[in-house]
């Protein structure tokens, strides 16, 4: 609480959370909560961990090129990750996750963690297709063209930084040869040779885009994942006294976590809630349905997985200090 990035994300939250609520009858909301049917959770649960389990199945196939890791020993290092996402800022789970592989697996966190950030490219560029596919088919009343800009300003970040890792994964030698040279230039040697180590492994991590094949399937494999969720939108949305189309979902899905990539509280405390509702009262749903059908959905997506990814946690003997320690270790790689 000392770190300056977490207040940042605290801040953010707050001015998502003033945005979603602000002129809201709270009342009206906790009615609508307590009069939800909420047995179509058991089904939005279940479908939720089949596409944990498709994320599994794709990290893995990231890893092959490192090492063939068992589906059933990487579950669980997968879930302490999302577990991590959930209860800590800026996604530190992502390292968690690559803290417990190395220990586990003896995979090296600068390795593992390059495949880990393909994969949220990876995911970011199949919202995008959500939205892009969903607005054409189910168009919003009160959208004034300001999603079509923001996806489009989007799209084009996410497109450069897969540029940018294939042109890392089809030229390791000569980008690896750049750095070297820059760093005679510019570096000392004490920072040098950690850092290129550091540029080695994380290289190495991304030889599963030097195929068309693995690119392709890791694109379908995101496609799946992304799909399941929304089914679990639409399950939910069950719970609840309104209906909208599946394309809708897909829409909200796509903008909701296209703005949890944005630093906030840890568990996406507003950056998750506010574009939900919002999106969901561009399509006619009155304010306190819809927040109270975001909330419900924010719970049944954050909470299952938290609790698994920590009896996951214990099992395997990690402290809350192994969150500092996974931080460190992944500094160590890096040569800071």
């Not at 966190?109 to 949220?120: D, F, G, H, N, Q």
């Not at 507003?270 to 924010?298: C, M, N, R, S």
Request: aromatic share 16%.
């Amino acid at each position: 609480m000392k770190r300056i990035y977490f207040w940042i994300g605290v801040a953010i939250s707050a001015v998502f959370l003033w945005w979603a609520l602000s002129g809201l009858d709270l009342s009206e909301v906790w009615q609508d909560v307590q009069s939800a049917n909420y047995w179509w959770l058991l089904p939005g649960v279940a479908v939720y961990f089949v596409a944990v389990w498709a994320r599994t199945w794709r990290w893995d196939y990231m890893l092959r090129p490192l090492k063939h890791i068992p589906l059933r020993n990487l579950f669980p290092v997968v879930v302490i990750g999302y577990m991590g996402n959930n209860i800590y800022p800026f996604r530190a789970g992502e390292v968690l996750r690559s803290y417990v592989l190395r220990r586990r697996e003896e995979v090296p966190m600068s390795a593992s963690l390059a495949t880990v950030i393909v994969e949220r490219v990876f995911d970011g560029l199949v919202m995008l297709v959500f939205v892009f596919v969903a607005l054409p088919f189910t168009p919003i009343p009160g959208d004034d063209g300001s999603i079509r800009s923001i996806v489009i300003t989007a799209s084009i970040l996410f497109f450069v930084a897969m540029v940018i890792f294939f042109a890392l994964a089809a030229m390791p030698d000569r980008f690896y040869a750049l750095a070297e040279w820059l760093g005679d230039k510019f570096l000392p040697d004490r920072l040098k040779r950690p850092l290129l180590d550091f540029l080695q492994r994380f290289l190495t991590g991304l030889e599963s885009l030097r195929s068309f094949q693995n690119v392709l399937m890791i694109f379908l494999t995101s496609v799946v994942i992304w799909l399941l969720e929304t089914v679990k939108y639409w399950f939910v949305m069950h719970a609840f006294s309104f209906e909208v189309s599946f394309f809708a979902l897909m829409l909200m899905n796509g903008i909701v976590n296209l703005a949890t990539t944005l630093p906030s509280a840890p568990g996406y405390v507003g950056t998750f809630d506010g574009p939900g509702i919002a999106v969901l009262t561009l399509y006619g749903i009155e304010q306190g349905l819809a927040t109270a059908y975001t909330l419900v959905l924010h719970a049944a997506l954050w909470l299952p997985i938290t609790l698994l990814g920590g009896y996951y946690m214990l099992k395997e003997g990690l402290g809350w200090a192994d969150f500092g320690r996974a931080v460190q270790v992944a500094e160590q790689e890096a040569g800071a």
